[in-house]
Structure formats: C-alpha cells, structure tokens
C-alpha cells in the first residue's frame, strides 16, 4: 500500500508543475499579443504616411497638369517633371514597406515644382509684355513717321526678343504601330512582324504672338539598323541637308493643332525606332518606341 505522504508530495509536484506551465503560457500570450498590436501600429502608421506622401505627390502632379495647360516654351520640361511625379506615384502603390525614402524624393520634386512654377510664371509675364511692346511699337510707327530714327534700332532689338518669343513648340510627339485589318480597322500592335503602318502624332502649341499661315514640318522615322524609312526624301536648307519620311503642312491660326500622319510600311525592324520633327532644317521634337 502506498504511504500517502509520497502520494500528497506527488501530487503537488503536478500542480507546481501545472502552475508554471500556466503561468508561462499566459506570459507567452501577453507577448504575442503586445507584438500583434505593436505590427498593427506600425501597419497603421505607414499607410497614414504613405496616404500623405500619395495625397502630396497628386498636389504636385495637379499643379504641374495646370502648368502644362497654359502652353508656354516650358511645357516640355514641365511635362518631364510631371512625368517623373506620375512615375514615383505608381511605385509608392506597389510600395508595402517603409515609405520614408519616398518622402525625400517628394520633398526634391516640390522644390523642382516651385523653382519650374516660377520660371513658368516669369515666361507668361515677359510673353504679355512683349505682346503690349508690339502693338505699342506698330501704333507708334503708323502715328509718326518722325520717331522712325529713333525707333530703328529699339525696334530691331525687340524683333529679335519678339522673334525668340514667338517661336512655335511642338509638344507630344508620339509614334504608335498598328495592324491594319481588312475592313480598314487599325489596331495597335508592338510587334514588328504584324505591323503595316507606323502613326506618327505631335502638338503645335497656341502662341499669340506668333505669325499664322502655312506651317512645314519634316519628320525623319530611322529604325534599329539606321535607316530612314518612307519616302527618303532629301531637302537642302543653305549649306545643310535633311533627309526625311515624309513631310506636313498644316494650317497655324494661333491655336493648338494636332498633327497625325500615317507611315505605312512592311518588313518593320525589331528593335528601337527613332522619330525627329524638324521646322526647316532646325529639330524641335523628337521621341522614340520599341517594337519586339
């Protein structure tokens, strides 16, 4: 027969044993518990950042959007700037961890933006003083031939300001390749071996202070091998020559115009193409696309 005494001793050895283990699951608990609510936290306060830096980065895409609308000779850097904003945008929604070295690229970006917004500001101010030292200089002129000594020499300077002013931008060049299916349906494609026809697109900015009428633009579309493709023209501009695909002339009015023309085409090259807009023998745009 067992003494009883081992059989209390034993039995509280269980229990001291349960008791420990308890105590230490409890223990375990707490600190899973603590570090669910500390990952949650953190959780928290990085997507509260990320929303700021998102909210900031579509501040500065808007500002750069109405920037760009209002067509100055910056548009182009602007629209770059805007780009690079766009660009960041979507790697901070692909973004799941810290967002902190987003937040010193938005920083950089605002600073750009005030420097760009600045600049842009100042360019508009100088175009509408221009455009008032024009129509002042052509009343002067009409009223009294007696200033024409006098004028002479301040006239020709500021046709020269006038001139650099009212320069033409050619914004938005873009090429895309399309299949062009039986019915006449053009379908856009990025593969070489299906492509017919390569349409090539660009903006001419509005300017008020430029001269309106006829305007000729070349286009030069050279494939991966460095070939000039379509009509492989040459036009001599003074000592210079241009070989081009094709040319276009479009009526100015002052206004914005869209230009799009179609290079139709077989055999197209893999690889990159490069397409360059000149006004006379002077490139104003250019751009370039891949087909695989």
């Given at each position: 027969?067992?003494?009883?005494?081992?059989?209390?001793?034993?039995?509280?050895?269980?229990?001291?044993?349960?008791?420990?283990?308890?105590?230490?699951?409890?223990?375990?608990?707490?600190?899973?518990?603590?570090?669910?609510?500390?990952?949650?936290?953190?959780?928290?306060?990085?997507?509260?950042?990320?929303?700021?830096?998102?909210?900031?980065?579509?501040?500065?895409?808007?500002?750069?959007?109405?920037?760009?609308?209002?067509?100055?000779?910056?548009?182009?850097?602007?629209?770059?700037?805007?780009?690079?904003?766009?660009?960041?945008?979507?790697?901070?929604?692909?973004s799941?961890?810290?967002v902190?070295?987003?937040?010193s690229?938005?920083?950089?970006?605002?600073?750009?933006?005030?420097?760009?917004?600045?600049?842009?500001?100042?360019?508009?101010?100088?175009?509408?003083?221009?455009?008032?030292?024009?129509?002042?200089?052509?009343v002067?002129?009409?009223e009294?031939?007696?200033?024409?000594?006098v004028?002479?020499?301040?006239?020709?300077?500021?046709?020269?300001?006038v001139?650099?002013?009212a320069?033409?931008s050619?914004?938005?060049?873009?090429?895309?390749?399309?299949?062009?299916?039986?019915?006449?349906?053009?379908?856009?494609?990025?593969?070489?071996?299906?492509?017919?026809?390569?349409?090539?697109?660009?903006?001419?900015?509005?300017?008020?202070?430029?001269?309106s009428?006829?305007?000729?633009?070349?286009?030069?579309?050279?494939?991966?091998?460095?070939?000039?493709?379509?009509?492989?023209?040459?036009?001599?501009?003074?000592?210079?020559?241009?070989?081009?695909s094709?040319?276009?002339?479009?009526r100015?009015?002052?206004?914005?115009?869209?230009?799009?023309?179609?290079?139709?085409?077989?055999?197209?090259?893999?690889?990159?193409?490069?397409?360059?807009?000149?006004?006379?023998?002077?490139?104003v745009?250019?751009?370039s696309f891949?087909l695989?």
């Amino acid at each position: 027969m067992e003494n009883p005494k081992n059989n209390n001793s034993s039995l509280k050895a269980v229990i001291a044993v349960l008791a420990v283990l308890l105590i230490g699951s409890l223990v375990y608990i707490f600190k899973l518990s603590s570090d669910t609510d500390v990952v949650k936290t953190e959780l928290t306060t990085t997507m509260t950042e990320k929303e700021s830096v998102m909210k900031d980065l579509q501040e500065l895409k808007s500002t750069y959007d109405a920037a760009i609308a209002e067509n100055t000779s910056m548009s182009d850097e602007l629209i770059q700037e805007r780009d690079k904003v766009v660009a960041l945008m979507d790697d901070l929604n692909k973004s799941k961890g810290d967002v902190s070295k987003y937040r010193s690229q938005v920083q950089a970006m605002q600073g750009k933006m005030k420097t760009l917004v600045a600049e842009n500001d100042e360019l508009k101010k100088q175009n509408g003083v221009l455009t008032v030292q024009r129509d002042s200089t052509i009343v002067v002129l009409g009223e009294s031939k007696k200033y024409n000594e006098v004028l002479v020499g301040q006239n020709e300077e500021l046709a020269k300001t006038v001139e650099k002013g009212a320069k033409l931008s050619v914004l938005n060049t873009k090429t895309i390749a399309y299949k062009v299916k039986g019915s006449g349906k053009q379908i856009e494609t990025d593969k070489a071996s299906r492509a017919d026809v390569l349409k090539v697109s660009f903006t001419i900015a509005e300017n008020q202070i430029a001269k309106s009428g006829d305007k000729t633009y070349y286009v030069q579309v050279i494939d991966s091998k460095n070939n000039v493709l379509g009509e492989k023209k040459t036009e001599s501009f003074g000592d210079n020559t241009l070989t081009y695909s094709f040319k276009t002339t479009v009526r100015y009015e002052n206004k914005t115009v869209n230009v799009s023309e179609d290079l139709i085409g077989k055999d197209f090259e893999k690889g990159t193409y490069f397409i360059n807009v000149f006004d006379n023998d002077e490139l104003v745009s250019k751009t370039s696309f891949s087909l695989r």
